[in-house]
C-alpha cells in the first residue's frame, strides 16, 4: 500500500469517525427530547386530573347542600375544612395551598413530580386579577415541577357560580 492510498485510508477513517460521532450526538440529542417530552405529558395530564377533580366539586363550603344568592354567603377564608383531607375534598377551595408528590406512588416510576394549588376568587372582568373581596369567580391554578424537567407546568381554570331558579 502507497503513501497515497494510506492518505486516502487514513482521510475516510476521520470522515467516519466524524460521522459517528454526529449520529450518536443526534440520537442522544433524540433521545432526551423525548424524555422530556413525556415528562412534561405526565405533567400536563397530572395538572389536568387535579383541575378535573376539583371542578367537580362543590363551588364553596356554603355551596355543598344549598344554594347561595349573596357573595357574602361566601367563604371568606378559603382552605381545606378542620377535617377534610385529598380526596374527600367536597369544594373548589379546599384544594387552597394542597401540595402532593408523587415520590410513593408506583404508577409514576419514571420520573417524581411535585405538584401545588392555589384557590383565589378572581375579577369577572379580568380573571388574571385577583380579587380581594368575594366574587362569583374562583381560579385554580396547578403547578407541576419535577427534577426531571426543566420547565414548570402551569395550568389555570376558572370556575364560576351559576344558580338557576
Given at each position: 500500500?502507497?503513501?497515497?492510498?494510506?492518505?486516502?485510508?487514513?482521510?475516510?477513517?476521520?470522515?467516519?469517525?466524524?460521522?459517528?460521532?454526529?449520529?450518536?450526538?443526534?440520537f442522544?440529542?433524540?433521545?432526551?427530547?423525548?424524555?422530556?417530552?413525556?415528562?412534561?405529558?405526565?405533567?400536563?395530564?397530572?395538572?389536568?386530573?387535579?383541575?378535573?377533580?376539583a371542578?367537580?366539586?362543590?363551588f364553596?363550603?356554603?355551596?355543598?347542600v344549598?344554594?347561595?344568592?349573596?357573595?357574602?354567603?361566601?367563604?371568606?377564608i378559603?382552605?381545606?375544612?378542620?377535617?377534610?383531607?385529598?380526596?374527600?375534598?367536597d369544594?373548589?377551595?379546599?384544594?387552597?395551598?394542597y401540595?402532593?408528590?408523587?415520590?410513593?406512588?408506583?404508577?409514576?416510576?419514571?420520573?417524581?413530580?411535585?405538584?401545588?394549588c392555589?384557590?383565589?376568587?378572581?375579577?369577572?372582568?379580568?380573571?388574571?386579577?385577583?380579587?380581594?373581596?368575594?366574587?362569583?369567580?374562583?381560579?385554580?391554578?396547578?403547578?407541576?415541577?419535577?427534577?426531571?424537567?426543566?420547565?414548570?407546568?402551569?395550568?389555570?381554570?376558572?370556575?364560576?357560580?351559576?344558580?338557576?331558579?
Amino acid at each position: 500500500m502507497g503513501t497515497g492510498q494510506m492518505m486516502i485510508t487514513i482521510a475516510a477513517m476521520m470522515l467516519l469517525s466524524t460521522i459517528l460521532l454526529r449520529i450518536n450526538a443526534t440520537f442522544l440529542s433524540t433521545g432526551t427530547a423525548l424524555y422530556e417530552t413525556k415528562y412534561d405529558v405526565l405533567a400536563v395530564s397530572l395538572g389536568t386530573s387535579i383541575i378535573e377533580n376539583a371542578t367537580s366539586k362543590a363551588f364553596d363550603e356554603a355551596t355543598v347542600v344549598n344554594p347561595v344568592s349573596s357573595v357574602t354567603d361566601l367563604s371568606l377564608i378559603l382552605r381545606a375544612e378542620t377535617g377534610e383531607v385529598y380526596p374527600n375534598f367536597d369544594d373548589i377551595d379546599d384544594f387552597n395551598n394542597y401540595t402532593m408528590t408523587t415520590a410513593n406512588d408506583t404508577t409514576f416510576l419514571s420520573a417524581v413530580f411535585d405538584v401545588g394549588c392555589q384557590v383565589n376568587y378572581v375579577n369577572q372582568n379580568n380573571p388574571q386579577q385577583i380579587s380581594s373581596s368575594r366574587t362569583w369567580h374562583k381560579r385554580i391554578d396547578v403547578r407541576v415541577t419535577s427534577p426531571s424537567m426543566q420547565d414548570t407546568i402551569r395550568l389555570s381554570s376558572v370556575v364560576s357560580y351559576w344558580y338557576f331558579r
